[in-house]
Every structure is written in C-alpha cells, then in structure tokens.
C-alpha cells in the first residue's frame, strides 16, 4: 500500500471555496498518478481550525467517491501554521512511486516538491555517485539525468563512424550532424543516438573509457552541457558528473563531491560487470580508473574537481543508501 500527500489552501472560509479547492487537489493526484477510483482504499482530511463552512470529506462524496472510506479532522490551532489549510492523505494499491501535491499557498510546505532545485553530484568513476543519484531521484520524486550517457553516446558515435576518439577535427565534424536527446519514460532514462535506443549499448566498458576522452574535446562539451542546462531548468533533477558543480549547473543550490579509494571503485565496477556476465580483470580495471582520473583532472575543458561550496563525502567505507540519506538530510535542513 502507498500513501499519497497533498494540500491546498483557500483565500476564504466558504463553501464554495472549500469545495472547488477540494475538487481540485483531488483531481490533480488521481491525475498525476494515473489513479482509478477502485485503486484508492481510503482518503484521510484534515484542516487548519480557521475552516468551518464545509466538510472537505463532503466534497469528495460529492464529487463521485462513493465507496471509499473517507475520514475527517480538525487540526488543533498550532501558532504560525499556514492557515486555511486542507490536507490529505490517500492511501492506494498501486504499484507506483507516489507523486505528490502541494497546491496554491500549500507549496511552500513542500519546497522539495513545487520549487525547481537541481543537485549536482561530481567525483571520480566508481565513487558511487550514479547509483546515488538514482536512489536520491527516487525519494524526492524528481529526476535524475544522467550525463555520463550522453557522453558515452557521443563516444558511440565516433565507433560507428570508425572516427579515432583522439582527432578533435574530425569528432567536431561528426557532432555537427549527430543528434543525442534522452527521454524519461517512469523514471529511467533512455539515451537516443540519431533516433536508436542505445541505453544498453553505451555501458559497455569499451565505450566508458572513450567517452572520457571525447568529452574533452570542446565541441562535445558544449553540446552537451547545453543539453543538460536545459532539461535543468525546466525539471528539479539530479545531475552527476565531473564538472558539474563547477561548469554544467555552477549556481546548483545543492553540491557534493564524492570520492573513494581506487582499490574501492575498481572492486565496485568489477562487481558490476561481472554481474552482467563480462570477464574482465580486477587489476586492469584498476589501471583504467587510475588513467581515467588522470585524464579528467587533467584535461583543459572543465577538469574533475570539487566545486569550492561542494560538500565532500568519502564513500569508501559507506553504502549507497547511506550516502543517499546523509544527502537528503543536509538537502532537508536548507529547503
């Protein structure tokens, strides 16, 4: 069973006011999460104690929830709480990732939610900041882009075009006519490269190590990085990378630097491949992560490096989810 959350506030105490807010905020969940009236089992209302005119339960009765089990409350007066007030709390059988929402005065309860915030996670390959990035995505609902697969669809490009990663002129030319965009079909991402899917293709360890060195060619970068500012300032999401902080989004409200030992980031991408039925060798990959972190701190065009207000969190000896939560809490505390 998931629970869904919302709010909404009046401008007066009225009957009419109380049933057009409650319609609203209403239709709005049941439409951000594509809900049947047969998947909700119960509604919970509750309102600030400024609101007499109307039963917000009523409205829903009213308005065709006739089977559903429906409560009511009155909030007790608590000083400063937002006023004209109405909440609810739905619970539902559905297998989905609530959405919830804060309407008209109710948004600033939930800034996370209704304001456009955008999080940047850079460091080095194999500290963990992919597999954060989502699990932070997936808490506060919002999305998360992954840049790197851009990058490594640019360095797909140039495979399949049989152009060396290494020849700046001739990358820039390939750029000109290739089209990259990403889609976000619930929740995952999916990477397009002149019209094909390549999600899938573009994690192979091949094309990861490629993709650093054709994102050091400007031409990549700019196109790129353009791509990704838009889709930043249109959507809250959770960008990781290697510049971002510093280049891509340099005015993020929310920056952090994860790092780890290469010992501990080769052993976590060996894990992956082997996962996924690669044969690979733990030492080789090890002398990749070392090369690759030489190239990205040392390349002239936005160079690995922690944001001078980014947080640095060590992940050698944490879990993901931990490093997750330990993020949404400092996130929690400034919102």
Same mark, same amino acid.
Not at 94 to 103: F, I
Not at 286 to 299: G, H, L, W
């Given at each position: 069973?998931?629970?869904?959350?919302?709010?909404?506030?009046?401008?007066? &105490?009225?009957?009419?006011?109380? $049933?057009?807010?409650?319609?609203?905020? /209403?239709?709005?969940i049941?439409?951000?999460?594509?809900?049947?009236?047969?998947?909700?089992?119960?509604?919970?209302?509750?309102?600030?104690?400024?609101?007499?005119?109307?039963?917000?339960a009523?409205?829903?009765?009213?308005?065709?929830f006739f089977?559903?089990? /429906?409560?009511?409350?009155?909030e007790?007066?608590?000083?400063?709480?937002?006023?004209?007030?109405?909440r609810?709390?739905?619970?539902?059988?559905?297998?989905?990732?609530p959405?919830?929402?804060?309407?008209r005065?109710?948004?600033? /309860?939930?800034? &996370?939610l209704?304001?456009?915030?955008?999080?940047?996670?850079?460091g080095?390959?194999?500290?963990?900041?992919?597999?954060?990035?989502?699990?932070?995505?997936?808490?506060?609902?919002?999305?998360?882009?992954?840049?790197?697969?851009?990058?490594?669809?640019?360095?797909?490009?140039?495979? $399949?075009?049989?152009?060396?990663?290494?020849?700046?002129?001739?990358?820039?030319?390939?750029?000109?006519?290739?089209?990259?965009?990403?889609?976000?079909?619930?929740?995952?991402?999916?990477?397009? /490269?002149?019209?094909?899917?390549?999600?899938?293709?573009?994690?192979?360890?091949?094309?990861?190590?490629?993709?650093?060195?054709?994102?050091?060619?400007?031409?990549?970068?700019?196109?790129?990085v353009?791509?990704?500012?838009?889709?930043?300032?249109t959507?809250?999401?959770?960008?990781?990378?290697?510049?971002?902080?510093?280049?891509?989004?340099?005015?993020?409200?929310f920056?952090?630097?994860?790092?780890?030992?290469?010992?501990?980031?080769?052993?976590r991408?060996?894990?992956?491949?082997?996962?996924?039925?690669?044969?690979?060798?733990?030492?080789?990959?090890?002398?990749?992560?070392?090369?690759? &972190?030489?190239?990205?701190?040392?390349?002239?065009?936005?160079?690995?490096?922690?944001?001078?207000?980014?947080?640095?969190?060590d992940?050698?000896?944490m879990?993901?989810?931990?490093?997750?939560?330990?993020?949404?809490?400092?996130?929690?505390?400034?919102i």
């Amino acid at each position: 069973m998931k629970a869904i959350r919302g709010a909404i506030t009046v401008e007066n &105490d009225c009957a009419e006011e109380i $049933k057009l807010a409650v319609e609203e905020l /209403l239709t709005e969940i049941q439409k951000k999460n594509l809900l049947k009236n047969e998947q909700i089992v119960c509604i919970l209302f509750s309102n600030t104690d400024d609101l007499h005119s109307f039963y917000p339960a009523k409205v829903a009765r009213e308005t065709g929830f006739f089977q559903i089990p /429906l409560y009511s409350s009155l909030e007790p007066h608590i000083e400063g709480a937002l006023p004209k007030c109405i909440r609810i709390m739905m619970l539902v059988e559905a297998d989905l990732v609530p959405k919830h929402v804060y309407l008209r005065g109710a948004a600033v /309860l939930r800034k &996370d939610l209704t304001d456009i915030i955008n999080i940047a996670l850079d460091g080095p390959a194999g500290s963990g900041k992919s597999t954060v990035a989502k699990i932070i995505a997936q808490k506060l609902n919002i999305l998360c882009l992954d840049t790197g697969a851009t990058y490594r669809a640019c360095a797909l490009a140039c495979v $399949k075009a049989q152009i060396d990663v290494n020849d700046e002129k001739a990358v820039c030319s390939l750029m000109e006519k290739t089209k990259i965009n990403v889609s976000y079909e619930n929740g995952v991402q999916h990477t397009y /490269l002149n019209g094909e899917e390549v999600s899938s293709v573009i994690r192979q360890n091949e094309i990861s190590m490629l993709a650093s060195t054709v994102s050091a060619h400007e031409c990549v970068r700019s196109k790129m990085v353009k791509l990704q500012r838009e889709t930043a300032e249109t959507i809250s999401c959770v960008l990781d990378g290697r510049d971002i902080g510093t280049n891509v989004l340099p005015n993020a409200r929310f920056k952090f630097f994860m790092t780890a030992s290469p010992e501990i980031r080769a052993k976590r991408r060996f894990d992956e491949l082997v996962s996924k039925g690669q044969k690979v060798s733990f030492e080789e990959l090890k002398k990749e992560i070392i090369k690759r &972190d030489e190239q990205d701190k040392s390349r002239k065009i936005a160079p690995l490096k922690q944001a001078k207000d980014a947080v640095m969190i060590d992940t050698s000896d944490m879990t993901a989810e931990y490093v997750a939560d330990f993020i949404l809490k400092i996130i929690q505390e400034k919102i």
